[in-house]
């Protein structure tokens, strides 16, 4: 690249911080590993599935206190 490398760990650094793109550097092996930036519509499909997660559980949980008042309440 023409760089140095402490030039160009700290410039992969700014743009991963920057979410301009996805990357992992490994110090100890020289080895910078980029990976695919998620479009808007992957973003809110894991968020969607995220939300929907959470909602099983608590859902879950609910049904699971509201059994144990019925069960102990006797």
């Known amino acids: ?14 743009m991963v911080y920057n979410k301009s793109l996805i990357a992992k ?14 479009t808007v519509n992957e973003q809110l499909n894991t968020w969607n599935s995220d939300i929907r997660s959470l909602l099983g ?5 609910c049904h699971l206190i509201n059994w144990e ?6």
Do not use: P, Q, W
């Not at 690249?1 to 700014?14: K, P, W």
């Not at 550097?25 to 695919?36: A, D, M, T």
């Not at 559980?57 to 949980?61: S, V």
């Not at 008042?69 to 006797?74: G, I, N």
């Open 69 to 74: 008042r019925v069960v102990y309440s006797k």
């Open 25 to 38: 550097i490994n110090r100890l092996e020289g080895v910078v590993v980029f990976k695919k930036t998620e």
């Open 1 to 14: 690249m023409g760089v140095g490398v402490e030039r160009c760990e700290h410039e992969i650094a700014d």
């Open 57 to 61: 559980k608590i859902e879950e949980t």
